[in-house]
């Protein structure tokens, strides 16, 4: 943890969002359940856990996409659903999983898009709304693609506008649901740094991954979601065990410490033996 | 040329939009409000008010009889033989006037309706919105035999009715508005065959006029029922404006628009109220005149950039493809009429087939 005290910043360890004894359904089906977390500025919070644990129910239900049974959400110490959707907007940006838009579409308008929070049908465009986008298409480094189309952009390009549109609504929590599924392992790294980047800068990062070598190495703190509770959360180096991947996905792995900076990898090896009642 | 766009700075007042020009947007400013707009939106709208204007001049001066240019010229100014002048603003006036009307009403509800469905294929005939108003005209009909048919508000309130059983059939709105569209489909066949039943209903001599009615009609409106209905429409494009600002996001995902900071039902709702009462509008003045509806925005869309919704747009063909098809309908077998809507289906539907087959060879 040495590495954010360093950063000097005051803000730096305020809790962004928690959430408190959450529950969240579909109809008679508890897809969350009885969830407590706390997400910190600058920090990555990655959230695991296998397909259907709730993980991206959590993450829509912080950005008030879904009214929740039970339990409250707090961003900056305001309960969401007291918010209307448009000052949520402005404290929390969603990137869905497999976001879409029409592949003729620009760039620099999808990075637009971003800062509809901020406008209004008579304020569409302010020096504040340019430089947002400048901003978020400069840390992105899309700048250069700004009047091409989505349809002529690799899948990387691609992932990097959508992160633009992301940052140019300019909220302290940033919540990115599988942001690297798509990509080769050069443009996850791309993604997950500049991840990284943004929460050292203040932000509070919250993604969901699959990629357990990936989620070990970039959180700072890893939530494990499993049937839609939390199963453990902390530190990788301090939560990952192989009981814990046995407990999450019903998987044989090692656990083992990267030589030179000592991160957890993990090594699936084999289905875990179910035990015969 | 200096590239303001390179500095960082953004203080001075009309440095930071560079990037926006060179991106093809257009921009306003007049102290702290401020309009962005497609450029090329703009002169796609200037050009086909211009082809709307011509269309204009054309209708009324075309006809039966016609009205040289320099009589009509004299007739703009007050002037001209009485004859003429009856026949201009009392007969072709008040036409043209309902073609607009009309073609804006039904060009402004299917564009409101693709956008919620984001499906090109929603317009309100497929819905059964306009059969839906044409029943409730009908039934005006049938219960006060001394009208052809009941008031035009009638419509919109036909409209609106089949739009809260469509909402209560389809068990909401839904995502993209999907189930609204299955239903309206189903819902359309049925509303189709009770008019039809009430048609059969009337005496054979009111029988095949309604039915010519039910193709378009423009013939018999006034002043009367022009005015409150033109007002009852610039209200509801007024309010579609401020719709149309969010509607606009809806191309992407659902759960991505939400977190933008928008209320998606209530945008969807207000929409469809909308997209109602235009619908019914335009039924009420000319009819259900098929196609415009559909046909407008998809037509408009094939020359606008993606992120534009293209409403004002749509709004001046459909209002320019009425008033033109209805023309045709006059001119053609002069003095005997075809139906609005019969024309605008023979010619726009090998048109819009067209469009849509070189848009595929573009892209192949």
């Known amino acids: 943890m040495g590495f954010i005290a360093g950063e000097g910043s005051k803000t730096l360890m305020a809790v962004a969002i928690k959430v408190e004894q959450l529950q969240v359904n579909y109809g008679s089906y508890l897809a969350v359940d009885n969830v407590e977390l706390q997400l910190k500025v600058g920090e990555v919070t990655v959230i695991v856990g296998p397909n259907g644990c709730g993980k991206s129910t959590l993450l829509q239900s912080m950005a008030r996409l879904h009214r929740p049974f ?27 999983q497999s976001p879409e838009a029409p592949g003729e579409m620009s760039v620099l308008t999808l990075i637009q898009f971003g800062r509809h929070p901020h406008q209004g ?19 992105t480094g899309v700048s250069n693609l700004a009047n091409r189309s989505l349809q002529a952009l690799s899948g990387g390009q691609r992932q990097r506008c959508w992160l633009a549109m992301v940052l140019a609504q300019q909220t302290p929590v940033v919540l990115l649901d599988e942001p690297t599924s798509m990509l080769d392992p050069g443009h996850q790294l791309e993604v997950l740094q500049l991840v990284r980047t943004l929460a050292r800068q203040g932000k509070a990062m919250v993604l969901v991954l699959h990629d357990l070598i990936a989620a070990a190495r970039f959180a700072d703190n890893l939530v494990a979601m499993r049937n839609g509770k939390v199963v453990a959360s902390g530190a990788p180096r301090e939560i990952l065990t192989s009981a814990l991947v046995r407990q999450l996905y019903d998987i044989e792995a090692d656990i083992l410490m990267s030589p030179e900076d000592d991160v957890p990898v993990v090594v699936a090896k084999s289905l875990a033996t179910k035990e015969v009642a | 040329m200096t590239q303001p766009d390179n500095a960082l700075t953004h203080d001075t007042s009309n440095s930071y939009y560079p990037r926006l020009k060179r ?7 007049l102290a702290q409000w401020s309009v962005i707009f497609s450029k090329r939106a703009l002169y796609l709208y200037l050009l086909l008010w211009l082809v709307l204007l011509i269309a204009g001049v054309f209708t009324l ?11 009509f010229w004299l007739l703009c100014q007050g002037q001209g033989q009485s004859a003429q002048q009856l026949l201009m603003w009392e007969i072709r006036w008040p ?13 402004a509800a299917g564009t409101l309706l693709q956008q919620v469905t984001q499906n090109w294929l929603s317009s309100p005939e497929v819905l059964g919105v306009n059969e839906g108003a044409t029943f409730l005209l009908l039934l005006g009909l049938l219960l006060s035999p001394v009208n052809m048919l009941g008031p035009w508000w009638l419509a919109p309130l036909g409209a609106v009715l089949v739009g809260v059983i469509l909402a209560f059939l389809a068990g909401g709105i839904g995502g993209r508005g999907y189930q609204i569209l299955l239903v309206g489909v189903a819902l359309a066949y049925f509303t189709r065959a009770m008019n039809d039943l009430l048609i059969s209903r009337a005496t054979a001599q009111h029988a095949s006029a309604v039915h010519s009615w039910t193709l378009g009609n423009l013939a018999n409106s006034d002043y009367t029922e022009l005015m409150p209905a033109s007002l009852l429409l610039m209200i509801c494009l007024v309010s579609a404006i401020g719709v149309v600002w969010h509607l606009r996001l809806f191309k992407l995902m659902e759960s991505h628009v939400q977190s933008l900071g928008i209320a998606v039902r209530k945008v969807q709702f207000a929409a469809l109220a909308l997209a109602l009462v235009m619908a019914g509008l335009g039924v009420g003045i000319g009819g259900p005149i098929s196609f415009v509806a559909i046909a407008a925005p998809i037509l408009v869309a094939r020359w606008l950039p993606p992120q534009v919704l293209g409403l004002g747009n749509s709004c001046m063909l459909g209002a320019t493809l009425v008033i033109v098809a209805d023309t045709i309908g006059r001119v053609v077998l002069a003095p005997n009429e075809i139906p609005v809507g019969v024309i605008t289906s023979l010619l726009g539907g090998p048109f819009l087939l067209w469009v849509l087959l070189q848009e595929k060879e573009v892209k192949h």
């Open chain 1, 70 to 96: 039970q339990g409250q959400i707090w961003v900056n110490e305001q309960d969401i659903w007291q918010l209307r959707p448009a000052q949520v907007a402005k404290q929390l940006a969603l990137l869905p």
């Open chain 1, 121 to 139: 049908l008579f304020r569409q465009w302010s020096a504040d709304d340019e430089q947002a986008v400048q901003e978020a298409m400069a840390k």
């Open chain 2, 23 to 29: 991106a093809g947007y257009g921009y306003f400013q």
């Open chain 2, 61 to 71: 001066t075309q006809g039966s009889v016609t009205i040289s240019f320099h009589d």
């Open chain 2, 95 to 107: 036409r043209l006037l309902a073609g607009v009307v009309t073609g804006v009403a039904l060009a």
